[in-house]
T-cell receptor, first 115, second 114 residues
Framework: AQSVAQPEDQVNVAEGNPLTVKCTYS??????LFWYVQYPNRGLQFLLK??????LVKGSYGFEAEFNKSQTSFHLKKPSALVSDSALYFC?????????????FGQGTELSVKP | DTEVTQTPKHLVMGMTNKKSLKCEQH?????MYWYKQKAKKPPELMFV???????INESVPSRFSPECPNSSLLNLHLHALQPEDSALYLC?????????????FGDGTRLSIL
């Protein structure tokens, strides 16, 4: 069975500092991995995805994520956090062996960036 | 602005009412989705349409009835809802139902059941 874990309910960062939002996954085959961000009163916005190839994936708004197969992780990172990055972040996975299968979301991590 | 448009943005209805939620996209996507989201929780999949045919129904109660009139439109018909159905209802679309396609979400309809 597929699963995603986001071990931190909340991450607090000072503006200008680097940020990391953690995600680990479990699938039986190869993973397709996604990060989404949700601002208050908005839907989910797609940030980036890992399908295959380079383990470092770059996405929108200066975010990047590193795929680590041995640790089954896909942590989201940004070198310098902005107050406007404060939002709810979801990691999601699909099993490449189950093409029509549903997207499995983690429980979400609330990121708070203080000035 | 999102490319998936949902109307209305807010809806308040009684338990005996009938209403519909609408979703529209013009990105040429052939897969469309309905999700239910409670506050600060991940979205829960309800239905998936692929090429205008119902592909996945996640055992959703019959008081929710989806409809896909054409490749750009997705409706969710509501009837005799319960207070626990109050939530944010999100529509999403993707190029296809293939696993490597990201889903693009609308801003949702916030539904309150009195």
């Amino acid at each position: 069975a597929q699963s995603v874990a986001q071990p931190e309910d909340q991450v607090n960062v000072a503006e200008g500092n680097p940020l990391t939002v953690k995600c680990t996954y479990s699938v039986s085959g190869n993973p397709y991995l996604f990060w989404y961000v949700q601002y208050p009163n908005r839907g989910l916005q797609f940030l980036l995805k890992y399908i295959t190839g380079d383990n470092l994936v770059k996405g929108s708004y200066g975010f990047e994520a590193e795929f680590n197969k041995s640790q089954t992780s896909f942590h989201l990172k940004k070198p310098s956090a902005l107050v406007s990055d404060s939002a709810l972040y979801f990691c999601a996975v699909r099993d490449a062996a189950n093409q029509g299968g549903k997207l499995i979301f983690g429980q979400g991590t609330e990121l708070s960036v203080k000035p | 602005d999102t490319e998936v448009t949902q109307t209305p943005k807010h809806l308040v209805m009684g338990m005996t009412n009938k209403k519909s939620l609408k979703c529209e996209q013009h990105m040429g996507h052939r897969a469309m989705y309905w999700y239910k989201q409670k506050a600060k929780k991940p979205p829960e999949l309800m239905f998936v349409y692929s090429y205008e045919k119902l592909s996945i129904n996640e055992s959703v109660p019959s008081r929710f009835s989806p409809e896909c009139p054409n490749s750009s439109l997705l409706n969710l018909h509501l009837h005799a809802l319960q207070p626990e159905d109050s939530a944010l209802y999100l529509c999403a679309s993707s190029l296809g139902q293939a696993g490597n396609q990201p889903q693009h979400f609308g801003d949702g309809t916030r539904l309150s059941i009195l």
